[in-house]
Each structure stands twice: as structure tokens, then as C-alpha cells.
T-cell receptor
Framework: DAGVIQSPRHEVTEMGQEVTLRCKPI?????LFWYRQTMMRGLELLIY????????DSGMPEDRFSAKMPNASFSTLKIQPSEPRDSAVYFC?????????????FGSGTRLTVV | QKEVEQNSGPLSVPEGAIASLNCTYS??????FFWYRQYSGKSPELIMF????GDKEDGRFTAQLNKASQYVSLLIRDSQPSDSATYLC????????????FGAGTRLAVHP
């Protein structure tokens, strides 16, 4: 299994531009999570999906952030317009049946820098 | 009050010693607890899962859970320089929401 695949690995963009992060979960996993990690705030849950349906988006910082999961093998996190304070590492994770004994499997992350 | 609290460290231990990492949580209804290891520049990887009070051992790792005290810990025996990483405690929220809340992590440094 290739694991959770995220793209791009690195993204540098100018303030005000639209940024789209992509994630392919592990085949068969029915939960998908988007986290953001910064030195100041640690690992924060932004949103998660179950069977492609958004369940909890209470962690999405503001309307500039949106996430979609059009099918079981693909999800996007979009920031429009981007701001320097959005600079962070964004992780996608997937799991089988939520928080069972195998926990979440994380992708390699996307390091976003907004200048 | 943070939902999951950890000492940020760094915790410095000599090679071969026991490293003890601690975590407290605020949600009394939480039932599942995880320890993740994260090397610098890498993604978190699961190393331990525990849900019953007491100890759970896996190789050099032992997780300890005390729900009454809302406390979970990780012991690493015979610490190796390759154990140097940040250790994240994660707690499942109660209420059936199936989401993990992570602590800020404790940085462990094992020196030869």
C-alpha cells in the first residue's frame, strides 16, 4: 500500500493567491482528516470526513478555508485568498473506522509558505 | 485549559536510560489514547494505543493509563539515539465524534 499521498510536498505562494492542497487516502479507509501543524499551535484538526461527507468543520479557521471530498479516493483543502499566517505544514490522515486501535495514518504533509 | 497537555521539553536522557513522557487530558469521557512519534520534518507515526487502565507493553515501549487521574504516560526503555524525536499524545474526544486531539508534543533527545 502506498499510504496516504499528499501533493504538493512544498508550496510557496504570494499573499492573496489561491492554494489547493490534495490528498489521496489509503484505499478502504472511510475517514479522512485534515490537520495543520505550526510551532505555536501544534497539530490542529481542521475538518474531517466520513464516507466522503464532512462531519466536523469546527476547526476550519475562517471562510477562506474550504475542503471537499468528491469521492472516496480524493480530497482537497483550498485556501482563498491565502495570507502569511496560513504558513504551516498541512497533513492529511486517513483511518479505518475512526479512532480504532490503528489510529490514523498520516501523509507526508504539504509545507505551505505564503509570502 | 488545553484539552491535552504535555511538557514541551526537551527531555534529555543518556543512551540506555529510561525516558518517561507524560500527558494529561481534560475530557473525562475519553476512552482511547495514542502515542505518536514525529521525527523532524516528517509526519507523525503511531507507536502505541491504549484504552484500558494499567500498562501496555510493546517491545521497549510501555504505555500507562490512569483514567481516574486523566493521565497517560509513555516509557521508553533502553533509550537509543534513534529515539530522539517529538512524541505526541493524542486523545479521542468523547461523544462518538471519532476525532483525535493532539498535545503539543514532548521533544526527546537521547545522547550517546
Amino acid at each position: 500500500d502506498a499510504g496516504v499521498i499528499q501533493s504538493p510536498r512544498h508550496e510557496v505562494t504570494e499573499m492573496g493567491q489561491e492554494v489547493t492542497l490534495r490528498c489521496k487516502p489509503i484505499s478502504g479507509h472511510d475517514y479522512l482528516f485534515w490537520y495543520r501543524q505550526t510551532m505555536m499551535r501544534g497539530l490542529e484538526l481542521l475538518i474531517y470526513f466520513n464516507n466522503n461527507v464532512p462531519i466536523d468543520d469546527s476547526g476550519m479557521p475562517e471562510d477562506r478555508f474550504s475542503a471537499k471530498m468528491p469521492n472516496a479516493s480524493f480530497s482537497t483543502l483550498k485556501i482563498q485568498p491565502s495570507e502569511p499566517r496560513d504558513s504551516a505544514v498541512y497533513f492529511c490522515a486517513s483511518s479505518l473506522s475512526g479512532t480504532g486501535p490503528y489510529g490514523y495514518t498520516f501523509g507526508s504533509g504539504t509545507r505551505l509558505t505564503v509570502v | 485549559q488545553k484539552e491535552v497537555e504535555q511538557n514541551s521539553g526537551p527531555l534529555s536522557v543518556p543512551e540506555g536510560a529510561i525516558a518517561s513522557l507524560n500527558c494529561t487530558y481534560s475530557d473525562r469521557g475519553s476512552q482511547s489514547f495514542f502515542w505518536y512519534r514525529q521525527y523532524s520534518g516528517k509526519s507523525p507515526e503511531l507507536i502505541m494505543f491504549i484504552y484500558s487502565n494499567g500498562d501496555k507493553e510493546d517491545g521497549r515501549f510501555t504505555a500507562q493509563l490512569n483514567k481516574a487521574s486523566q493521565y497517560v504516560s509513555l516509557l521508553i526503555r533502553d533509550s537509543q539515539p534513534s529515539d530522539s524525536a517529538t512524541y505526541l499524545c493524542a486523545v479521542e474526544t468523547s461523544g462518538g465524534y471519532n476525532k483525535l486531539i493532539f498535545g503539543a508534543g514532548t521533544r526527546l533527545a537521547v545522547h550517546p
